[in-house]
């Protein structure tokens, strides 16, 4: 589930907001949880509709583009369970599933009773989402990393690291140099695995980077996760393959381009416009309000002259005009105003837009 309005405070909120066909089959989600634990709490939590159980977190579910997805807190029942569960796509911590095919109730009473369990013999202290997110990095074995890096290693090739900055413009000093198409083989292997995707993108190599924005588990993709990742952009390909594969994707996406938008680092600043140009391109969902508010934030940062500003500038607002008719008439009549302008920078861009949005029938 997708929204341009402020993050829902409260479950009926949250599923006011879903699909009707979703909205149906997670209240029935909600009921069966309740009947197993009736004195249990309500929230939100990372923009998921949560329940807690003595302080502790208990469950989660969510409502996305295409499926829904439970979320036990426990990477280790989808492995206990996985014969009751091999009908339904899962990964660590996941299981997903469509309204047209939903969980079984008496599945997920098995699923809650086995929490409450593992939650009575939990003596473990609270964490934050910051050491949530740590620990989880640490749930991904050393060797399950070192497999991923000896196996990009073997994929290197001297001559397409040179390529990555001498034709491409991807500098960066932590690279082996390997194809995107073997990377997301790479990736297509490992499957959703966000643990080990939270360790490799603590490797700081490029390609590890990349993979990791594959492997992700978007559901799981916090507001401090992306801010965080942002900070570590270092170059334009590693910055737009990450908000267009994984950041686009989430919940906090269009408040993250607000947020980006005013960032002084140059890849952080373009990552705003990548994550705009991507949601113009992938949010099917979405209204033309949210464009239009997109629109004054390009007008702002057209005069950046940074090379990859003005580059992601221009992008977002050709993908803005790609959308519809509407966006596309108020993208060529801002285009047309930036073409005119001054500034040399804003100029540029202006015309760099007119040349695809006039051209396109």
């Known amino acids: 589930m997708r929204s341009d309005k402020t993050t829902p405070k409260t479950i009926d909120e949250y599923l006011a907001r879903a699909k009707p066909g979703q909205r149906a089959v997670l209240e029935k989600l909600r009921k069966t949880i309740h009947a197993v634990a009736p004195n249990i ?88 989402p910051t050491e949530a997110a740590r620990d989880s990095a640490k749930d991904a074995s050393r060797g399950e990393v070192q497999s991923v890096l000896a196996t990009l290693k073997r994929l290197s090739n001297a001559r397409i690291r040179e390529e990555m900055s001498t034709r491409y413009g991807i500098v960066t000093s932590n690279a082996f140099g390997v194809r995107m198409s073997d990377m997301q083989q790479v990736a297509k292997r490992l499957g959703r695995n966000h643990a080990l995707s939270l360790a490799l993108w603590e490797t700081g190599n490029y390609e590890a980077r990349t993979i990791a924005a594959f492997v992700a588990e978007r559901e799981r993709v916090t507001p401090a996760l992306m801010d965080r990742w942002c900070r570590d952009f270092d170059n334009w390909a590693i910055c737009d393959t990450v908000c267009f594969k994984l950041f686009d994707r989430t919940s906090h996406a269009f408040a993250k381009v607000a947020q980006w938008a005013d960032r002084k680092d140059e890849f952080q600043k373009r990552a705003a416009f990548a994550l705009l140009a991507s949601l113009a391109l992938h949010d099917k969902l979405a209204g033309n309000e949210a464009f239009t508010k997109g629109l004054q934030l390009i007008e702002r940062s057209a005069t950046d002259e940074r090379n990859f500003v003005k580059k992601g500038v221009s992008w977002a607002l050709r993908a803005i005009g790609g959308r519809n008719a509407e966006l596309r008439s108020a993208a060529i009549a801002l285009a047309r105003k930036l073409s005119s302008a001054a500034d040399r920078t804003s100029r540029w861009v202006g015309k760099d837009v007119l040349r695809a949005l006039t051209k396109a029938k």
């Open 41 to 128: 709490e309500e929230g939100i939590s990372y923009g998921l509709a949560g329940f807690r159980l003595n302080g502790r977190p208990l469950v989660y579910f969510g409502a996305w583009a295409n499926h829904c997805a439970f979320y036990p807190a426990s990477s280790a029942l989808a492995q206990k369970f996985q014969d009751q569960l091999k009908a339904f796509e899962t990964s660590k911590g996941t299981i997903r599933f469509s309204p047209e095919k939903p969980l079984p109730a008496a599945l997920v009473r098995t699923l809650v009773k086995a929490r409450i369990a593992e939650n009575s013999g939990n003596d473990r202290k609270k964490t934050t």
